[in-house]
């Protein structure tokens, strides 16, 4: 069970064009999901929480315009990174969040998707 | 603010020694903690979690940690490494209220034959 899903894993594009990434939670209902940013051998930086039925929340120096964010559904969140430019480039890994009642949040990642802009 | 720290970027280790790593955390409250591992191009899957009770947690892939309040820490442990177990291992430290999650930077855990 708790599996997230993420499409497309890894996309190639033209600088100025959007693209747009999935993120599915397979088996479970998920009110929040996570947006993460990783460079090369970093760590993961999140970039917004994305919440069902209302807007996300980006953390702060993330351009709300530059990556938007979609969750329309229980099990559905949507990134699109609009306007896509080399330094865009990297990989994006979604979460979401298995709520098992008294708090006991865990989230679970997907595979990631890794985006090159040429 | 919360913050994690992982002193080791990388750590080497023969084949079926003992493994352990090391997650320092800063936090106001009661910490969730947990251990992740990613491998190469992969996103991350999740090893254990500490919320409450036991101070030893068991995880999946043999690994267990130990939560010590005095000393703030969360250390992944593994008695004997297998050449899978190579891969990036990040610990992390969440709220129940907000719920996000910050990650350490992470240690690289190469295997020797």
């Known amino acids: 069970g708790a599996v997230v899903s993420q499409h497309p894993s890894w996309v190639i594009c033209k600088s100025g064009t959007s693209v747009k990434i999935e993120c599915r939670s397979l088996d479970f209902q998920a009110t929040t999901m996570f947006w993460y940013r990783q460079f090369p051998k970093q760590s993961l930086m999140l970039m917004a929480t994305s919440n069902e039925g209302s807007k996300a929340t980006y953390e702060q120096g993330v351009e709300k315009d530059k990556f938007l964010i979609n969750h329309a559904s229980l099990t559905l969140s949507t990134l699109t990174v609009t306007s896509a430019h080399p330094e865009d480039s990297s990989f994006y890994i979604c979460?979401?969040?298995?709520?098992?009642?008294?708090?006991?949040?865990?989230?679970?990642f997907g595979p990631g998707t890794r985006l090159l802009v040429l | 603010a919360q913050s994690v720290t992982q002193p080791d970027i990388h750590i080497t280790v023969s084949e079926g020694a003992s493994l352990e790593l090391r997650c320092n955390y800063s936090y106001g409250a009661t910490p969730y903690l947990f251990w992740y591992v990613q491998s190469p191009g992969q996103g991350l899957q999740l090893l254990l979690k500490?919320?409450?009770?036991?101070?030893l947690v068991q995880g999946i892939k043999g690994f267990e940690a130990e939560f010590k309040r005095s000393q703030s820490s969360f250390n992944l442990r593994k008695p004997s490494v297998h050449w899978s177990d190579a891969a990036e291992y990040f610990c992390a430290v969440g709220s129940a209220a907000g719920n996000k999650l910050t990650f350490g930077g992470g240690t690289r855990v190469l295997v020797k034959p």
């Open positions: 979460s979401a969040r298995d709520f098992q009642g008294q708090g006991l949040e865990t989230q679970y």
């Open positions: 500490y919320f409450s009770g036991d101070t």
